[in-house]
Structure formats: structure tokens, C-alpha cells
């Protein structure tokens, strides 16, 4: 059984940083896409930032583009996201999830939430003004 669990959510003044981690159970890590999405209140469950298998291809929504930088160690079996210029608008609970399929790279793939089937219980992040 695979199992997420992330952590270094928290609060932020506007302006900060924060860097959430994810590590993840199994022997078979290296060989699957890994995202983040995340979940607003009231709102639907978005993509974040995706990277691929052998961590060669990052990708990001245009709303973190520039911000956030995800990387992957799979030596130690983790996934993070470094989360800069932090806003308002980025509060939320962030999830880490694994992709259904090993091997798979491309960014129409790692967006869509449907292609993912592990995911972790998720961290708070809170961006104060």
C-alpha cells in the first residue's frame, strides 16, 4: 500500500515562503509522476505543479508559474514544493498525490487530478495580508 504524508504548511504573512514536503512509502516512487494540487474553501480542487518519473520535466499553473518550484528526491522517497511570494490567494490545503501510471510525462497528463490515485491527507497553508 502506497501512503502520502505531507508537511510545512502553516501561516504566512503575505510576501513569505514556505516549503512543503511529501514523503511517500513504496519502492516503486521513482517511477511515477508526482503533483500538488490544492483545494480553496468553496472551491474545486486545482492543479499546482507536477514533475515527471526521473524528475527531468517540471510543470506549473499560471498562477504559481515563477513562485513555486517542485522537486523530487528519489533517493529519499520525497516530493516538495518550495512556495515563494506568497499571497492571499494561495491559502489553501495542499495535497500531494502520485500518478496511476509509471512512466507517463506530459503536461496534458500530470494536470488532470483523474490521473492521480494516491493521495495524502493534505497541509494548511495560510497566506495572511
Known amino acids: 500500500q502506497v501512503q502520502l504524508v505531507e508537511s510545512g504548511g502553516g501561516l504566512v504573512q503575505a510576501g513569505g515562503s514556505l516549503r512543503l514536503s511529501c514523503a511517500v512509502s513504496?519502492?516503486?516512487?521513482?517511477?511515477?509522476?508526482m503533483g500538488w494540487f490544492r483545494q480553496a474553501p468553496g472551491k474545486e480542487r486545482e492543479f499546482v505543479a507536477a514533475?515527471?518519473?526521473?524528475?527531468?520535466?517540471?510543470y506549473y499553473a499560471d498562477s504559481v508559474q515563477g513562485r513555486f518550484t517542485i522537486s523530487r528526491d528519489n533517493a529519499k522517497n520525497t516530493v516538495s514544493l518550495q512556495m515563494n511570494s506568497l499571497t492571499p490567494e494561495d491559502t489553501a490545503v495542499y495535497y500531494c498525490?502520485?500518478?496511476?501510471?509509471?512512466?507517463?510525462?506530459?503536461?496534458?497528463?500530470?494536470?488532470?487530478?483523474?490521473?492521480?490515485?494516491?493521495w495524502g491527507q493534505g497541509t494548511q497553508v495560510t497566506v495572511s495580508s
Open positions: 498525490a502520485r500518478q496511476n501510471s509509471p512512466g507517463y510525462g506530459s503536461r496534458l497528463y500530470s494536470i488532470q487530478s483523474t490521473n492521480y490515485n494516491y
Open positions: 513504496g519502492r516503486t516512487f521513482s517511477a511515477y509522476g
Open positions: 514533475i515527471t518519473w526521473h524528475g527531468g520535466s517540471t
